[in-house]
Nanobody, 115 residues
Framework: QVQLVESGGGLVQPGGSLRLSCAAS????????MGWYRQAPGKQRELVAI???????NYADSVKGRFTISRDNAKNTVYLQMNSLKPEDTAVYYC?????????WGKGTLVTVSS
């Protein structure tokens, strides 16, 4: 059974940085997209960043220039480097893997940006 496990969340001051990781356990094949989503209290889940198997990327306007998504296909792992964090980035961050037949979600990691 495939599970996605996120790590790297925590409390950081405004302007600080965090790096999130998400690794898949179990056998998973033909991952054509890996992504990060977030859900702030009282808000709907939203796309943060996504990276295709060809390494093309797409970002939410609110994080462009501050966040960078990358992937390691050999390790079935996706990363999200978050710089210049703002209080409005506070949310639970979820990773998402999509194959040709299925979609997987992690359980989420909390990122809190506060002084």
């Amino acid at each position: 059974q495939v599970q996605l496990v996120e790590s790297g969340g925590g409390l950081v001051q405004p302007g600080g940085s965090l790096r999130l990781s998400c690794a898949a356990s179990g056998s998973i094949f033909n991952i054509y997209a890996m992504g990060w989503y977030r859900q702030a209290p009282g808000k709907q889940r939203e796309l943060v960043a996504i990276i295709s198997s060809g390494e093309s990327t797409n970002y939410a306007d609110s994080v462009k220039g501050r966040f960078t998504i990358s992937r390691d296909n050999a390790k079935n792992t996706v990363y999200l480097q978050m710089n210049s964090l703002k209080p409005e980035d506070t949310a639970v961050y979820y990773c998402n893997f999509r194959t040709t037949t299925k979609e997987y979600w992690g359980k989420g990691t909390l990122v809190t940006v506060s002084s």
